[in-house]
């Protein structure tokens, strides 16, 4: 797919600063998205912006590993906004002639412009002159007082209705179009996003002193206010930080001299964007005293580094901050603000707790997820749903690795799930969920037609079913759409049907005799079935393995501290069972010194009761259930990470996902003496393999283990080698894709 962008709100050499966030956003696309600006600039911008330096025609930038053209062609701006209603057409008329060419060269199968006045509106012009979808995202905080003025809104409206979408960084944007009587169902909000890793974390601050202002230095900005509010604190040990410039900095470099605050404040002037997160971590807190504000991002820039903010309630900030983020006041009053900043003062602020809001909330692959997933489809873009009723929806093999390499790669991904969750989108996959089943029974008799129905619904171009239980409809949702249809086999479920506690020996060699009767009708009919290991593989005829193997991009961040080694802290991530051996490890710990870092859910609950009756378990730390980020600040604590699987027959070929992942992340392993374990560790020096029945063995080795902090650490290299340069699921990924690609008939461009 090939976007280009329309935004007159763009850096440019004569304004640098000037809507950096959208060049932020652009530049973490995925790569199967083609991107191009075209940012129009007014004749003379160097000469009236006072900088000696060249704005060309067209150039090309490095952000990061992408690489962006950006085209800069020159309209008519009359100074004081005269004859505002043809800006728009003037920006048209000067891009038209480029667009053509771009198009002609190479299709160009959507616009995006940000702001409907002026660059939405020429692009609504462009449209209908080149017959190319657009979208808008409107950003304007000052919406509602642009579309008061007839003569604009009636510029404006008919490049909103003819959009595929109008997106809105925030809910009174929205409000604002409906006010207007603007009521067409093409209108949703997605919030502005940042980019975490570009915010480094800083500690806690002892206190409130140092405070920085970003942001164009006019006067809805509210800088004056704050000086003012700062004069009336007489506070000689609070400073001040601005940086930006604008029209309005003489006026307030004058009020800092008629106020005698030049001890107090500095101008710093403009900072590239990429030295604001270093200044903004040198600061104690942001303040931000606009009086109008679209949305807010240098507030979320300022949390994202653990800073708490005083903000005005301008329209964009009150739907950030939450309560224990900053404060809020009311704009236009030096008084409030100098009361802000006092209780700002008294108040403590924990900078994790800041940032971990910020990832939630408004990381910004989740916001360009979403936005994609609103860009009208092209004509080689497909649609894919993944179908499970037994899997949670972050299921690590469905949701991270195909679901979001198939949404990476440009599909359309739908997943249908029953926990009871509700619907949901998340980082651009749909999910739906059916309901969670309130028994075994219904898990197996109910559940499948209610994941079939919404299958259906959702009219995919290829299904993927992840569950035995769901061969029935899988047959029948071939039958009824003529789609293809995968069955992902996860486990030997023969095998481990036969040991299922909750059925019995009778029961469950029928469930293992129908299943493998389902599995074999399945690989025959359905149109291609993939198997999770080599083992699962062998039991078929001609069934491709994509191997569960850790995505390497999660744990890349991990510190390489090799204090960590010595720490005597072991982990286990993942589903807490018998099987998996975690009451040998909770015996074997009672006379070592160190600690069992647990994270999971249990299964069933009970056991955790039986678990609680050992001495061992007092050196135990409980997480429940962690995320992928939390797992990692686990793994980055530890010395060790163990899985003990028992010796079932579902086990004996398997190999563990959660063991590869201890070694993407730099950590030795202790596993069972498997067949598939003691292979990999004979042929890699990445820890030791033992008999999982054996609590004394198990305690034995851990206490000479956790002696040997060197051992462990060379280990932990050898099987962190070994996993980046052989065993991730970038490497596999490319064999999941191009079977979805075969089935879909579409071949690599």
């Known amino acids: 797919m090939r976007v280009v962008f329309i935004n007159s709100i763009f850096p440019n050499p004569a304004e640098p600063l000037k809507g950096n966030f959208i060049l932020r956003s652009i530049s973490k696309y995925p790569k199967s998205i083609a991107v191009e600006v075209i940012a129009p600039v007014p004749f003379g911008l160097s000469m009236w912006r006072k900088k000696k330096v060249l704005v060309p025609f067209a150039r090309t930038i490095h952000v990061g590993d992408r690489k962006i053209r950006i085209w800069h062609p020159r309209f008519v701006l009359l100074p004081k906004n005269l004859l505002q209603s043809l800006v728009p057409y003037f920006e048209y008329l000067c891009m038209l002639p480029l667009l053509a060419l771009l198009n002609k060269i190479n299709k160009v199968d959507l616009l995006h412009a940000n702001f409907c006045l002026p660059d939405g509106v020429a692009t609504y012009y462009l449209a209908q002159k080149l017959g190319i979808p657009y979208v808008i995202t409107e950003h304007r905080g000052a919406l509602g007082d642009l579309l008061a003025k007839p003569r604009l809104r009636h510029l404006m409206f008919p490049a909103y209705a003819n959009a595929r979408k109008v997106i809105t960084v925030s809910e009174r944007i929205k409000d604002a179009l409906y006010a207007a009587n603007y009521f067409k169902q093409n209108v949703c909000v997605i919030p502005n996003g940042i980019e975490l890793n570009a915010y480094p974390l800083s500690a806690a601050s002892e206190s409130v002193r140092k405070l920085i202002f970003?942001?164009?230095?006019?006067?809805?900005?509210?800088?004056?206010?704050?000086?003012?509010?700062?004069?009336?604190?007489?506070?000689?040990?609070?400073?001040?930080?601005?940086?930006?410039?604008?029209?309005?900095?003489?006026?307030?470099?004058?009020?800092?001299?008629?106020?005698?605050?030049?001890?107090?404040?500095?101008?710093?002037?403009?900072?590239?964007?990429?030295?604001?997160?270093?200044?903004?971590?040198?600061?104690?807190?942001?303040?931000?005293?606009?009086?109008?504000?679209?949305?807010?991002?240098?507030?979320?820039?300022?949390?994202?580094?653990?800073?708490?903010?005083?903000?005005?309630?301008?329209?964009?900030?009150?739907?950030?901050?939450?309560?224990?983020?900053?404060?809020?006041?009311?704009?236009?009053?030096?008084?409030?603000?100098?009361?802000?900043?006092?209780?700002?003062?008294?108040?403590?602020?924990?900078?994790?707790?800041?940032?971990?809001?910020?990832?939630?909330?408004?990381?910004?692959?989740?916001?360009?997820?979403?936005?994609?997933?609103?860009?009208?489809?092209?004509?080689?873009?497909?649609?894919?749903?993944?179908?499970?009723?037994?899997?949670?929806?972050?299921?690590?093999?469905?949701?991270?690795?195909?679901?979001?390499?198939?949404?990476?790669?440009?599909?359309?991904?739908?997943?249908?799930?029953?926990?009871?969750?509700?619907?949901?989108?998340?980082?651009?996959?749909?999910?739906?969920?059916?309901?969670?089943?309130?028994?075994?029974?219904?898990?197996?008799?109910?559940?499948?037609?209610k994941v079939l129905r919404r299958a259906v619904f959702i009219n995919a171009d290829i299904y993927q079913i992840h569950d035995p239980e769901l061969l029935p409809i899988a047959f029948l949702l071939k039958l009824i759409t003529r789609k293809p249809v995968i069955y992902d086999i996860h486990e030997c479920y023969p095998e481990m049907f036969l040991h299922k506690e909750y059925l019995s020996p009778f029961a469950g060699k029928l469930m293992s005799v129908l299943i493998k009767a389902m599995e074999r009708m399945a690989v025959n009919v359905l149109d291609q079935a993939i198997a999770a290991t080599e083992h699962i593989a062998e039991q078929f005829k001609g069934v491709p393995v994509v191997h569960n193997y850790p995505i390497l991009a999660e744990w890349a961040q991990i510190s390489a501290d090799p204090a960590r080694y010595g720490s005597r802290n072991i982990c286990y991530v993942g589903n807490i069972t018998r099987e998996r051996g975690i009451e040998q490890i909770v015996k074997a710990i009672e006379h070592v010194d160190c600690t069992l870092h647990l994270a999971g859910a249990y299964e069933p609950m009970e056991f955790r009761d039986c678990l609680r009756q050992l001495p061992g378990f007092s050196k135990v730390v409980e997480y429940g259930y962690v995320d992928r980020k939390q797992a990692a600040e686990i793994f980055a604590i530890s010395a060790l990470g163990v899985v003990l699987f028992d010796r079932s027959p579902n086990h004996l070929y398997s190999l563990s996902t959660k063991m590869f992942e201890y070694m993407a992340a730099g950590l030795p392993i202790m596993v069972s003496d498997l067949p598939t374990n003691v292979k990999l560790l004979d042929s890699t020096d990445a820890g030791v393999y033992l008999d999982s029945t054996r609590v004394e063995l198990i305690s034995a080795s851990l206490q000479k283990l956790l002696e040997q902090p060197e051992q462990l650490a060379a280990w932990g290299a050898n099987g962190k080698k070994l996993m980046w340069d052989t065993l991730s699921w970038e490497s596999e990924k490319a064999v999941y894709l191009g079977l979805c690609r075969k089935l879909l008939k579409v071949e690599k461009s």
């Open 214 to 449: 970003v942001g164009n230095l006019i006067e809805e900005k509210g800088v004056q206010i704050l000086l003012e509010a700062l004069a009336l604190l007489k506070d000689p040990g609070l400073s001040l930080t601005i940086v930006g410039d604008g029209k309005h900095r003489p006026r307030l470099e004058q009020m800092t001299s008629e106020l005698r605050l030049e001890d107090q404040v500095s101008f710093a002037g403009e900072i590239p964007f990429t030295e604001i997160p270093e200044l903004i971590r040198d600061h104690d807190a942001l303040v931000h005293p606009s009086f109008q504000e679209s949305f807010g991002i240098v507030v979320l820039e300022a949390l994202a580094c653990g800073k708490p903010v005083l903000a005005t309630i301008n329209g964009g900030s009150e739907f950030i901050l939450k309560e224990g983020q900053g404060i809020l006041v009311p704009p236009k009053d030096a008084a409030a603000l100098a009361e802000g900043l006092r209780r700002l003062q008294m108040g403590s602020y924990d900078p994790e707790v800041l940032r971990e809001y910020v990832q939630h909330h408004y990381s910004l692959d989740n916001v360009i997820a979403d936005t994609i997933w609103e860009y009208p489809s092209s004509d080689n873009e497909y649609c894919i749903c993944h179908l499970s009723s037994v899997h949670i929806r972050s299921d690590v093999r469905i949701f991270y690795k195909q679901c979001l390499s198939l949404v990476e790669e440009g599909y359309k991904v739908h997943l249908v799930v029953s926990d009871g969750k509700r619907h949901e989108r998340k980082q651009g996959v749909i999910i739906h969920d059916t309901g969670a089943p309130e028994s075994r029974k219904q898990r197996f008799f109910s559940a499948p037609f």
